[in-house]
């Protein structure tokens, strides 16, 4: 999502593929929770948009791996990182988060005549950003942490060991966590909290490091297809976590709970690797399709940029996932909504300044 490999005879194909499809699955994930807070948790429509937007859940954490698949095996200077990598990061943030500071009240104007616009959320929202901005800072603070990576991941035991904390400590801490506040008497919960406090204070491996680290080992590692299945089956077993613990959670709170689609639980982390590893060993490198894949690629930042605009457009035509069968609205409206944003991204791709900067 971030950046390319150097050159069409060294690239990773499938980390293409990878930029396309995650793209496409965070406009399909937008689309389908839009409307989740707003109906019966115990409804059909409901359950239509627990399912896909379990389905796609894989998408962020994919995006940190590719960018740990590129970055940490290059030799990069941390000037240049700055400079160069970090710094179109900032630049891109401040105009797209100024961007929609502004479009947004007009929207919600639009939509409707009674919304106050104000001058101070106009620049309350110019710093903090649209909904999906968080991505940005996120990545900037993965970058800045390259350096003091780099030396971590030329252990191939340390790297295994920080893996394994990260896995323990975040990803099945995390979900036993939320499972016992969820379903378990007062009494688990009690004792789930006490042991948290004990093993609470391992923070090294939180965040999003482990994912970074993760894109880069998997792309590293080869893996034999035992392994690779058991990955694939863990990764179906991670989606009907997914979307049962989601709507178990929701029905017993009786209103849309997000808990089990967070990235730091195991169900998403486990669709995570299936995902990665799954293009990793299927996509082929003389395949025709690769061509339009790498160039669908190059506007992925872009496309996940300017698809909210997109869907705030949607929005105000009254073109949303409750306009017919929601089984069919979430996949059709993501489809014309993700052809819109890659080509939007494709004219700000033509433009020599702004490429450079902001997509």
Known sequence: MITETKTIKT??????????FSSFAIILLHIAAANMNNMSVTGFEWNVFNFYNSLVRWAVPVFIMISGALFLPREIETKQLYSKNILRMFIAYVVW??????VTPIGKFVVDNSYVISISEILKNAVTGAIHMWFIPMIIGLYMCIPLIKPLIKNKSTVKYFLILAFVFVFLRTTI?????????????????????VIGSVNLVFGYVPYFIL?????????DSKKRTVIYILGVFG????VLLNALASIKAN????????????????????VFVWFKYNVRGKDPLNKII??????SFGTYLVHIFI?????????????????LSVPVISTIAAVISFFISFVINQIPFLKKYIV
């Open 11 to 20: 690239r990773l194909f499938y980390l293409d593929y990878l930029r396309v």
């Open 97 to 102: 988060s100024v961007f929609y500071a502004v």
């Open 177 to 197: 966590t939320s499972i016992s506040n969820d379903f378990f008497s007062p009494s688990i919960v009690s004792g789930i909290e006490c042991i948290n406090s």
């Open 215 to 223: 894109g880069y080992v998997l792309n590293e590692t080869e893996t």
């Open 239 to 242: 989606f009907l976590m997914t």
């Open 255 to 274: 209103t849309t709970l997000e808990t089990y689609y967070g990235i730091n639980t195991l169900n998403i982390a486990l669709m995570a690797m299936a």
């Open 294 to 299: 790498v160039k669908l690629s190059k506007y």
């Open 311 to 327: 869907l705030m457009v949607f929005e105000v035509l009254g073109f949303e996932t409750t306009t017919f069968n929601p089984i």
